[in-house]
């Protein structure tokens, strides 16, 4: 035992930077046994996300990135430039593809490299922290404080969030350049930057405000005029990569008109409170949740928050004995007697609600508590900048004081658009409403990522008080110290991984290749296990569950729905298309069954196999046909009808929910010849299109004769194919003389309402023939 102690010791001293990082292996391994048990037939956490990101890395492992084949992601089909629609984790890629090319089974690989990200973020933080302390013991325990932290284990089923072992090692190049001046540093910390942003595109955004606050703090601050230069001048160059991996993102964005609200980037935005809110995940904490959020346990750890109270009380008493200045003293019992009425003020809203005081010469009221919580809070915040620890940190260009500030800010984009206390949005704005402004700002989904960086932010602070508390210890001691703190920051965020099962295979992969593959139902969680295996497998997947979808997927979910025959109609008329359902959807199945020339290819394991054979397109437009005038409209919604007919897609008409009994009138003034189609558009609201419609012609407004009766489902997917940002639909019919054109909705959907943003009369005839759009 004592000599293999004594080699461990050795190997310890010879190759300390390897033994951390068997160390983190081993703890990464414990905590993921469950998946390494079962590598080949199990995914990391669940079948959601994991089962994107594996599918993305096994992509991007045997396409060549950044070809016109790479963006042609086969899902979504036949849409082009499906990978847009999504991350592409290249800069993860350069870990997994080698890993991928050695075990050629994409679910391992996808495994493996999940839980190498564990000790990867463990080793980049401990050369990050060696580098700032001299002390491998402190860096040892920050590397363990970013890569087992609580916050991590709420984000295990987002490999991009978990991957984030590039950025401490962007930051050691800036230190490593400060300090020492040598270049190459700047080439360390260009690479690690451009390979952070393409593993996470969110941190083009958040690891980039960092990078602008240290720049600020270390650089401008002190004047190093020619080290911006240089750190301006290796961004640039870094960023030059970038432009084709994200010039597509833009094409294709505005081809869909995808976009993000604010309100989504408000439902997944950080609690004020969720500073104690513990992924259910950890062991120790998973009880703790308050200001619970999605994205939002933020909870840090108690022994973190340890070693960060240590960090401020070193930092207070490293603060010179000179007095402020009188001004400066002036404004600080300002600001505290400001912050003092507006806490008070929310305490007495809070316990006795709103009121009102007038006492002739003194008029005071408090109506609500957003107000004098915003004071309060923002006061808080003003005193702990102006503050003399805060004010030396700055002056001293404080490592510590930096990552304090960094994680403070980084928190404070992590409440969103709007800061939310104990749940209610307060309609006080935070400082992320900046990002809006920036090009792709408004694509961001989920503020609270940005707590990723607080926590890289407190683990460095973290290393930096464990260096200062250990070098005051004896050797014997500190050892001891350092088994205490390991076990306390390993306590807070120590999470089993779990590991759930993989897809059940098709009863027929070899027959799939190549081919056009639909899964029944579509449009619900369920399309990430088609999805995976059509990238696995080599065929083509009309199911898709990406970061966003295409607009012809809502017509798709409804038309399975409802178990619409027309949902098969635009696939067909491509090639042939094979479709999969499971034996336990009797309805499905015969939905699938009564389709002309269906054949049941393969029944296994309570899964049927469905070949339909390709099909003719369905009736055409004639090519000259033409929009005929509209005169004036009617509804049985009358309000806002014109909208309808007013040449923009910005304004619609909107009448429902969905009853069966909602209808629109078209009249064109006089009886035009050859009728034959009309055409609707649905813009934004393309989830609103009619469940089932029928059309009616009429000469004098009394009688009428059928035009079109059925769904809508074909050519509704058809035309967003076509058409994603107008999502048209058209409906041909036998061409007619005709003066009103009648729409009437008869299906029922009590979900949604119809609407539409602009309708049009089609007449005309022509001997050549086009596609309906």
């Not at 980049?124 to 284990?153: I, K, M």
């Not at 500190?478 to 306390?488: F, P, Q, R, S």
Request: glycine share 8%.
């Amino acid at each position: 035992m004592r000599n293999l102690l004594e080699r461990v010791t050795q190997f310890v001293r010879r190759w300390p930077v390897l033994a951390a990082f068997a160390v983190y292996c081993v703890v990464t391994a414990v905590l993921g046994r469950h998946v390494l048990a079962h590598p080949s037939s199990t995914i990391v956490h669940d079948a959601g996300d994991p089962l994107l990101t594996a599918a993305l890395l096994h992509w991007n492992a045997w396409v060549v990135p950044l070809t016109h084949a790479w963006w042609q992601f086969p899902i979504f089909y036949p849409t082009a430039d499906a990978l847009a629609f999504s991350e592409h984790l290249l800069g993860l890629s350069v870990v997994a593809a080698p890993i991928e090319w050695l075990l050629r089974d994409p679910l391992a690989a996808a495994n493996i490299v999940t839980l190498l990200t564990y000790p990867l973020c463990g080793v980049a933080v401990l050369l990050l922290v060696r580098r700032l302390t001299g002390s491998l013991a402190a860096a040892f325990l920050a590397g363990l404080a970013f890569a087992f932290s609580p916050y991590r284990a709420a984000q295990m089923s987002h490999l991009q969030m978990l991957a984030a072992f590039w950025a401490p090692l962007a930051l050691l190049g800036l230190h490593g350049y400060l300090e020492s001046g040598r270049k190459w540093w700047l080439a360390v910390y260009g690479v690690a930057w451009l390979l952070q942003t393409l593993a996470n595109l969110y941190s083009l955004y958040f690891f980039s405000a960092l990078v602008g606050l240290w720049v600020l703090w270390f650089v401008v601050a002190a004047r190093r005029w020619p080290a911006l230069r240089d750190i301006t001048v290796a961004t640039l160059l870094a960023a030059v990569p970038l432009a084709p991996a994200l010039a597509p993102y833009v094409a294709v964005h505005a081809r869909h008109g995808f976009a993000r609200s604010a309100e989504e980037a408000q439902t997944f935005s950080a609690d004020l409170t969720g500073l104690l809110c513990a992924s259910p995940e950890t062991a120790l904490w998973g009880w703790l949740n308050v200001g619970c959020r999605p994205e939002g346990a933020l909870f840090p750890g108690a022994a973190l928050l340890v070693l960060v109270a240590l960090a401020i009380v070193s930092l207070r008493r490293a603060r010179t004995a000179d007095a402020p200045a009188s001004a400066l003293r002036f404004v600080r019992t300002l600001v505290a007697l400001v912050g003092a009425i507006g806490g008070v003020a929310a305490v007495s809203v809070a316990l006795v609600g709103p009121w009102h005081l007038d006492l002739g010469f003194v008029r005071a009221s408090a109506s609500g508590i957003d107000k004098p919580l915003l004071i309060f809070v923002g006061a808080g915040l003003v005193l702990t900048l102006l503050s003399r620890t805060a004010i030396a940190a700055a002056r001293r260009q404080s490592v510590a004081g930096f990552y304090l500030l960094g994680a403070l800010v980084m928190w404070l984009f992590a409440l969103g658009p709007t800061v939310t206390f104990m749940g209610t949005p307060r309609r006080v704005s935070g400082p992320f409403q900046l990002l809006f402004l920036l090009p792709g700002g408004d694509g961001l989904r989920a503020p609270a990522r940005f707590w990723l960086m607080t926590t890289l932010c407190l683990a460095v602070v973290a290393g930096i008080a464990a260096s200062e508390l250990l070098a005051r210890r004896s050797r014997r001691g500190a050892v001891l110290v350092t088994l205490v703190l390991a076990l306390g920051l390993l306590s807070d965020g120590w999470a089993t991984i779990p590991a759930a099962p993989a897809p059940a295979a098709f009863p027929d992969h070899a027959a799939l290749r190549g081919q056009t593959v639909l899964q029944l139902p579509a449009g619900t969680l369920e399309d990430l296990a088609p999805q995976f295996l059509a990238v696995a497998g080599g065929w083509r997947s009309v199911n898709g569950y990406s970061g966003y979808e295409p607009r012809f997927y809502e017509a798709l979910r409804q038309g399975a729905r409802f178990e619409v025959d027309g949902l098969f109609q635009p696939f067909r008329e491509r090639g042939d298309l094979f479709v999969i359902v499971h034996a336990d959807q009797p309805r499905l199945r015969a939905l699938v069954e009564r389709q002309p020339g269906a054949v049941c290819i393969g029944d296994r394991n309570g899964i049927l196999q469905y070949r339909l054979p390709r099909r003719p397109p369905a009736a055409r437009v004639p090519a000259k046909a033409a929009p005929v005038r509209i005169a004036g409209v009617t509804a049985s919604c009358p309000v806002d009808v014109m909208s309808a007919i007013d040449g923009t897609l910005d304004t619609r008409w909107v009448c429902g929910p969905q009853r069966g009994t909602e209808w629109f009138q078209a009249d064109l003034g006089a009886a035009a010849d050859s009728v034959t189609a009309v055409r609707y558009m649905l813009g934004e609201s393309y989830r609103w299109f009619p469940r089932a419609l029928v059309i009616e012609t009429s000469l004098d407004g009394q009688a009428w004769e059928a035009a079109w009766d059925g769904d809508v489902v074909a050519p509704t997917i058809e035309g967003s194919l076509m058409e994603p940002l107008t999502a048209p639909a058209t409906m041909r019919f036998a061409p007619r003389r005709a003066r009103y054109v009648r729409l009437r909705q008869t299906g029922k959907d009590s979900d949604v309402n119809w609407a539409l943003a602009e309708l049009a009369v089609l007449a005309g005839r022509d001997d050549q023939f086009a596609k309906a759009r």
